[in-house]
């Protein structure tokens, strides 16, 4: 079964631009969860996906948003981007059973000139 | 509100046992999850744990939970070099239907001496 498959893996961007993220989950994997990582702040949440329906969200700026598709995949958006931003994102979907972990993809790293 | 505790690095000799620890805040965390993240890699799940059970244990790995103390850690047996990763201890917080959130702590670096 293929895993958790995120595009691009690295992209690089300028100061208020925007950026579009992809996350195609693990087939049969219904809910996809994304995450921000940091060296200062470590592993964030950033929201979470259920039938195309945004069913948790962290505490981010309404720059980040997020939306899925019916086929499950689902992408987030980043808008005027801040050197802050620069991050690797990480995307993790599961089965949406009680008990069954969340499984990653590799991620997408951000960097922001 | 929920946090995770680990301390931030062990090192330890090829072939010994070792111990990486974690504290929790939530006492409502119904599972608990300890990922793996190699350099340039995203997050490998090693073993998860739910909140009624006290110990599991996969081949290597040994899970231990104090729910009293709010404490989890996880025990490689027979470290290898190839264990050298960083290693992150995670709770997951339940809204309502929701799959939830992972809360994840700092991440503990293993270093693995031949």
């Known amino acids: 079964k293929a895993g958790v498959t995120q595009t691009p893996r690295y992209l690089i961007k300028t100061r208020g631009q925007q950026v579009t993220l992809s996350c195609s989950p693990i087939?049969?994997?219904?809910?996809v969860s994304w995450y921000q990582q940091t060296p200062g702040q470590g592993l964030q949440f950033l929201f979470e996906y259920f039938s195309e329906t945004q069913r948790n969200k962290g505490n981010f700026p309404g720059r980040f948003s997020g939306r899925q598709f019916s086929n499950s995949r689902s992408e987030m958006n980043v808008s005027t981007l801040e050197l802050g931003d620069s991050a690797l994102y990480l995307c993790a979907s599961s089965p949406d059973r009680v008990g069954q972990p969340q499984h990653f993809g590799d991620g997408t790293r951000l960097s922001i000139l | 509100g929920e946090d995770v505790e680990q301390s931030l690095f062990l090192s330890v000799r090829e072939g010994d046992s070792s111990v990486i620890n974690c504290t929790y805040t939530d006492s409502s965390s119904t599972y608990l999850y300890w990922y793996k993240q190699e350099p340039g890699a995203g997050l490998q799940l090693l073993t998860y744990?739910?909140?009624?059970?006290d110990m599991k244990q996969d081949q290597r790995l040994t899970v231990l939970l104090n729910k009293k103390d709010k404490h989890l850690s996880l025990r490689i047996a027979d470290t290898q070099t190839g264990d050298s990763a960083i290693y992150f201890c995670?709770?997951?917080?339940?809204?309502?239907?929701?799959?939830?959130?992972?809360?994840f702590g700092k991440g503990t670096k293993l270093s693995v001496k031949p």
């Open positions: 087939s049969g994997h219904r809910s």
């Open positions: 995670a709770e997951s917080i339940r809204y309502g239907g929701s799959q939830g959130n992972l809360i």
């Open positions: 744990i739910f909140s009624n059970m």
